[in-house]
């Protein structure tokens, strides 16, 4: 009996061994090939960065996923842009060329898909069975997924920080591409970005992840990054928007968000010439609810708000912020480590927002209550 | 041996009553939903059971909805922890290995028998749903306008009968290949102990706390390796173009969970001393 269990412990022992071998062989899989050395081509970051810039003629389609950290909390008529920046959002993004594109929102049973076409914007929300074409030029609008994909996001931020320095990064795989890197550091006193992080396509300069670092932290709070790309033109049938049929609801605006809305119903907000030492600095023509003050990545945005509207944002603010005493008005600031939020309320309300620190914007707080009362 | 455990299966009653639980959920649902008309807010309850409203020919989906994150795994972990403890517990285990078959092949033969009751399952769940669909929304006009023979797909676009026949294939082939995950689980725990609730029990543990960390933010590092991660892959089959990322995924996770609980299941159970 003994001689037997021996010789079936020893084939329990190969068999179980031959589990462990496999166990080990497919586990290490993932290990190996985050560990397989990157050879991306060296490339100056100067010229790296100038190929980034000048990459939206780059047609590509991929998948996408954008990571924040900022905790912020859901603000009434903002959700879906407190969302964007709270939480992980998954995209697959069609690009053709900057008037031609279409990127997918998708969640669990959820779709929301945004066409840009030459003849104007399309969106399509599946949970709310509705299709909206937006005509006209948005010259003042919410930020929507379709901003953060990683050309977008790396695009947008590089221009901002247009005359920030630049260090190389090493280079990194991104959704099996070799990139190269770059690190911006911004020099305008006040904004609480440390470091933004992109990784390109050295060949066609096409941004492949891009990376938000506060000061202070460890971790990047923000990131955009392909899990899946491909070089070259989209199919034409994909970036054709859905035909509006019955059983579908189908909407013409000119609005499309609250901020746009609020741009229209609110021809002159008051805002003052300067906020906190920054002269106004306006961006866009024909808005003037809205002014943007600062340099560089310490640039922050007003906007003018009605007074209903602004109670509800205050609220929020104070509950998930601080208030702030001011004569003359009350103040509410939330600060998430990258973006600070502060809202003013006397005669006139305003919501301020940027990627400052809250000294700054306390002191346009002390401005803005001037102009409301 | 596939062909007895195969016979063995459907002679049971508890196999039609199993299926027949999975059939009847989708059909309460269908008929709260069609008396009242309230359909759930956007991006809120089951999938599809919004659009089912317009259109009853879409309720298959929704149906695997709503079976595919607890119900069809409890009935497969259920049948999968009693397929070798339950023979054991019942003491036909050791006779069954008297007659001359390989106790691989008779693992093999339980799994087989489990995909064939998942199939089972899952077809008639369909078909029972999309009777169900039809008579009680899709008779039915939206607002005196004809309803369109065409469903809508995710992305908006028209997907046509025959289309919609692809993807719900597409959909059944799916779930199948994600149960097999879960009957893998069920089945080693069932060659480890006796007791076949022990083993459904344990095959539920896992995947609960599957389910527990893929909502968690935390844990982002490991869920692409949990069994439960991309259970609702299925769902992309509806998107157009259909989004095949996180349905190969899915299908390479359960692979790997197959081979290597059925390999651990083998290893304990060829050398294992069958006492009861």
Known sequence: MGAGGTVVRAEARRRWALVLAVVVLLGSVPAVLAAWPVRAARIDAGVLRERIAASAAQPYHGFAQSTGLLGLPPLRNLEQV????????????????????????VGGGTERDLYRTPDGQYVWDYGANQLTRVVGDQPV???????????????????????????????????????????IVPAAPGTTVAHVDVWADPASGLPLQAELTAKGGARPVFVSRFLEVTLGVPDARVLTPPAARPGMGFTVTAVPDVLGALNRWQRSAGLPDRLAGQPRRDAVDGTDAVGVYGTGLARFVVLGVPRRFG??????????????EMPGGRAALLATGLLTVLVVQGDRTYLAAGLVEPATLERAAADLAGAAA | MIRVELVKMFRRPRTYVVAALLCGLPLIVAVFLATTRIPPPPGQGGAFLSAVLSNGALYPAAAMALVMPVFLPVSVAVLAGDA????????????????PV???????????????????????????????????????????????ADVTSMSGVTITPAG??????????????????????????????????????????????????????????????????YWLAWIDFFRDPILWRDIERGVGIQVVYLLVLLGAAWANFTTRDVTN
Do not use: C, H
């Not at chain 1, 109670?311 to 702030?324: K, L, P, Q, V, W």
């Open chain 2, 164 to 229: 919609l026949a692809l993807r719900l294939l597409g959909t059944v082939a799916y779930i199948v290949v994600s149960m097999l995950g879960v009957a893998a689980i069920a089945l080693f725990l069932s060659t480890v102990t006796d007791s076949a609730l022990g083993a459904a029990m344990g095959a539920l543990a896992v995947l609960v706390t599957s389910q527990v960390l893929v909502t968690l933010d935390a844990a982002a590092a490991v869920q692409p390796y949990l069994p439960t991660r």
């Open chain 1, 141 to 183: 609008r919410l930020p929507t997924a379709a901003d953060l994909t990683p050309p977008e996001l790396a695009r947008r931020l590089l221009a901002l920080a247009a005359g920030d320095r630049v260090e190389p990064l090493a280079g990194r795989r991104v959704a099996g591409v070799a990139a190269a890197g770059l690190r």
């Open chain 2, 102 to 148: 390989g106790r691989t092949r008779l693992l093999v033969a339980k799994l087989v028998a489990l995909v064939a009751f998942v199939l089972f399952a899952i077809v008639a769940v369909l078909v029972t749903s999309y009777l169900t669909g039809v008579a009680l929304f899709g008779s039915e006009p939206a607002a005196g306008v004809a309803l369109p």
């Open chain 1, 311 to 324: 109670a509800e944002a205050y609220d929020n603010a104070e509950a998930f912020g601080r208030s702030i």
């Open chain 1, 82 to 105: 407190t969302a964007l920046v709270s939480r992980t959002t998954q995209m697959r993004t069609w690009y053709a060329g900057p008037d031609r594109g279409r990127v997918d929102v």
């Open chain 2, 84 to 99: 070798v403890a339950g023979e054991a517990s019942a003491g036909t285990l050791r006779y069954l290995l008297v007659r």
